[in-house]
């Protein structure tokens, strides 16, 4: 055996770097996805055959790669994402260590194909050759990782199962696709698996995707929380302390994007929930913390799964004082989704509600019509999270989306009226930088805005949301600030329009569960008016018009 030092054969280190980064063909498509994310694409398109044994591509519409570069991207320690060593305590890309490519083109038949705007035409680069050649593609990158470990076959043969390894490679689609709402994801995992996850803008349909990844029993039992502390926020949503799961598969934090399993973050969580759960089960939640660059390294491990805060304690804190809130919140607050201990609904009566998610109503639904004599329906068909088709004398559709919120809205003017109008605390209040003008204005105010359970913590700059009334809790807090001030500077200390202003925030609410859709029927029995305004009488014509769809 020779004894003396030598360096390393290139290809020889990069395998060794590969059994950090390449674990399992999931591990090669988290690699992949989160270059595609860097390189700022918004649409991400990934194919998988075999498991990931035979081919894992991924193709995107981001800002491609040099023609000149791409033998340097299959090179270690070669990136674009950080030129210096100060840059390593403010890193805000996914990757930066320049180890992924070549570690992933050492244990596989890598394709590397790109083309950036600028370019005629897009070039492709295979990992065994050392120039890249002219090739037809659109703008953006492809990556095609074939016949993972084939010069490695001990390490394939440490791979499980394909069900396994197919499960394994959705677990990290969905953990990337929910780092990126505004990203559209295709994904192909075999001929009978796909899933599609169009880009969202719009932050209030966020709960689609949550729902299609984790299930709408997580999106019914869950609570949205949004808590800042100076410049670190934590918002997301947190399962109810009776919605525990024998798994951890709806576990999802979140910090700036990035996909982390902490063990801080793990602990702190659990500790919110306390003795609450019980032996073996485990809370669901779907969290994104954001902070600044400087206060995280994510430079910790070679797959950058953990991380470690500058201040751990504060962080930890304010996680486990956070969802303790919501959940507090959500015990102590009863609202329109809790469950109750109503009748169970007949199976065949769920059996036709699923049948008919997907059927919409075209008859209009704002007619007023006499207040019916009240009769607790015997069967509830929930459509669209919106409608409720009744069945009892005859069949009425009522809007109880619309109707609900009408109740809530109704509720908090009463409150206000009797002067029991609760308030919740803003855990970590969130600061507002607004116009001196429109702070001088709240500063007059604060008087009315008190009675009404809106207590405000005014700056020289800025103002923070100290308490808010119970009713506005999913109120997004800055379109609460700016709602205030218009109605301050349209009506001045009108009382009433100020009431106006504030029920008007009040959301609507999706339709998720049967006993919901039967708790907002009870209350509308004690509200006729409304009742009337949001119902309507199906004749049987329509109404078999309905299921013969």
């Known amino acids: ?60 519409n981001g800002g491609g790669i040099h023609p000149d570069d791409l033998p340097l991207a299959l090179s270690r320690h070669a990136t674009s994402k950080i030129n210096s060593s100060e840059q390593l305590s403010h890193i805000g890309s996914l990757g930066f260590r320049g180890e992924a490519l070549p570690s992933i083109a050492s244990v596989s038949r890598l394709t590397l194909a790109s083309k950036q705007a600028d370019q005629d035409c897009g070039w492709q680069l295979v990992s065994e050759s050392e120039q890249p050649e002219p090739a037809a593609h659109p703008d953006g990158t492809s990556v095609s990782v074939a016949e993972l470990f084939f010069n490695l076959p001990a390490r394939r043969r440490f791979l ?72 670190i926020r934590l918002h997301g949503w947190v399962g109810k302390r009776s919605a525990h799961r024998a798994q951890t598969d709806v576990q999802y934090f979140f910090i700036n994007g990035r996909v982390i399993r902490d063990r801080i973050i793990n602990h702190a969580v ?10 073996g089960r485990q809370p669901a939640y779907v969290l994104y913390l954001t902070l600044p660059l400087d206060r995280v390294d994510v430079n910790v491990h070679p797959t950058k799964h953990e991380v470690r805060f500058r201040d751990a304690r504060l962080i930890h804190g304010l996680i486990t004082r956070a969802v303790t809130e919501a959940l507090d919140n959500e015990a102590a607050v009863p609202n329109i989704q809790d469950e109750l201990p109503l009748a169970k609904v007949p199976e065949q009566v769920e059996e036709r509600a699923s049948n008919y998610q997907t059927q919409s109503v075209s008859k209009p639904l704002d007619v007023p019509q006499p207040a019916p004599v009240y009769r607790r329906p015997d069967e509830v068909l929930i459509l669209h999270q919106r409608f409720g088709l009744i069945y009892s004398e005859e069949p009425q559709l009522i809007d109880l989306q619309a109707a609900d919120q009408a109740l809530r809205q109704a509720q908090f003017v009463r409150a206000v009226e009797r002067g029991d109008l609760t308030s919740r605390p803003i855990l970590v209040p969130m600061r507002l930088t607004l116009p001196s003008a429109d702070l001088a204005l709240l500063d007059q105010h604060q008087a009315l805005l008190a009675q009404l359970a809106l207590i405000l913590e005014i700056n020289a700059d800025t103002v923070a949301i100290k308490r808010i009334p119970y009713l506005l809790s999913q109120v997004d807090l800055q379109q609460l600030a700016e709602s205030v001030v218009n109605s301050l500077e349209k009506h001045g200390n009108d009382r009433a329009a100020m009431i106006t202003t504030l029920s008007e925030l009040i959301p609507l609410s999706p339709l998720t569960s049967q006993e919901q859709a039967r708790q907002i029927i009870d209350a509308l029995q004690h509200a006729p008016e409304t009742m009337a305004r949001w119902q309507q009488k199906l004749d049987p014509a329509t109404l078999t018009g309905l299921f013969s769809n």
């Open 1 to 60: 055996m020779n004894n003396r030092i030598h360096a390393l054969p290139l290809q020889l280190a990069n395998q060794i770097a590969a059994g950090e980064v390449v674990e399992r063909p999931a591990s090669v498509l988290k690699e992949l996805v989160e270059n595609s994310i860097d390189a700022g694409a918004t649409q991400i398109d990934i194919q998988i055959e075999g498991a990931g044994r035979q081919l894992i591509k991924v193709s995107d």
């Open 270 to 279: 659990r500790q919110a929930y306390g003795d609450t759960l019980p032996a």
């Open 160 to 231: 499980r199962s394909d069900k396994t390894e197919l499960q394994h490679l959705i677990t990290t689609f969905n953990r990337l696709a929910l780092s990126r709402f505004d990203i559209g994801f295709n994904g192909r995992f075999s001929d009978s698996h796909w899933l599609k996850l169009p880009a969202l803008t719009d932050p209030a349909q966020h709960a689609q995707r949550i729902s299609k990844i984790c299930g709408q029993a997580f999106t019914r039992n869950a609570s949205y929380l949004d808590q800042q502390f100076e410049d």
